[in-house]
């Protein structure tokens, strides 16, 4: 004896509950969000050259020591950071060139791998950025840097790949 199977749809409560895409954020809270956020732009140049200044440090010091893990680390948590402050910043090419460098030293098993002269082009990038002030995304010299830089992370990475 065959049984039709019963199909039974059970509500998504948790979508009302939550109020779906971004439903649920107060337009009063975002708004003075927003504001507090504009009120500290004035710092950011200084947080952002204060960020990039370890980025350097990290830099020295794999220059000095080597690429060791310890230092690697140190290397991708700086740009980790400014790759999530990069845009909030007013910088998003500092966000994309980050993001680059990122993707190479993601991977801790092959992250000693990476070439540090590749290491050292993110970084003068990131810091050309900074030093010219360049805040359109669409900057032709800045987005021609940056893809370039992606190109190269690719290549050496597409090396890891089975």
Same mark, same amino acid.
Request: hydrophobic content about 40%; some cysteine.
């Given at each position: 004896? &065959?049984?039709?199977? %019963?199909?039974?749809?059970?509500?998504?409560t948790l979508?009302?509950?939550?109020?779906?895409?971004?439903?649920?954020?107060?337009?009063?809270?975002l708004?003075?969000?927003?504001?507090?956020l504009? &009120?500290l &732009?004035d %710092?950011?140049?200084?947080?952002l050259? =204060?960020?990039?200044?370890?980025?350097?440090k990290? %830099?020295e010091?794999?220059?000095?020591?080597?690429l060791?893990?310890k230092?690697?680390?140190q290397?991708?948590f700086?740009? +980790?950071?400014?790759?999530?402050l990069?845009?909030?910043?007013g910088y998003?090419l500092?966000?994309?060139i980050a993001?680059s460098?990122?993707?190479?030293?993601?991977d801790e098993i092959? !992250?000693l %791998?990476?070439? !540090?002269?590749?290491? =050292?082009a993110h970084?003068?990038?990131?810091?050309?950025v900074?030093r010219g002030?360049i805040?359109d995304?669409? +900057?032709p010299v800045g987005?021609?840097?940056a893809?370039t830089?992606?190109a190269?992370?690719k290549? +050496?990475? =597409?090396k890891?790949k089975?």
């Amino acid at each position: 004896m &065959s049984e039709k199977a %019963q199909v039974i749809q059970i509500p998504n409560t948790l979508r009302a509950k939550v109020g779906g895409k971004l439903g649920a954020l107060d337009p009063a809270t975002l708004a003075k969000a927003e504001e507090a956020l504009s &009120s500290l &732009s004035d %710092q950011f140049d200084n947080w952002l050259d =204060d960020e990039v200044n370890k980025l350097e440090k990290a %830099q020295e010091t794999i220059r000095n020591e080597g690429l060791s893990e310890k230092n690697a680390e140190q290397l991708y948590f700086r740009c +980790h950071d400014l790759k999530g402050l990069g845009t909030t910043y007013g910088y998003p090419l500092i966000t994309r060139i980050a993001g680059s460098v990122c993707k190479m030293l993601d991977d801790e098993i092959i !992250r000693l %791998q990476s070439p !540090r002269l590749l290491i =050292d082009a993110h970084v003068d990038a990131i810091r050309a950025v900074v030093r010219g002030k360049i805040k359109d995304e669409n +900057h032709p010299v800045g987005v021609a840097l940056a893809e370039t830089l992606e190109a190269r992370v690719k290549e +050496h990475m =597409d090396k890891f790949k089975d």
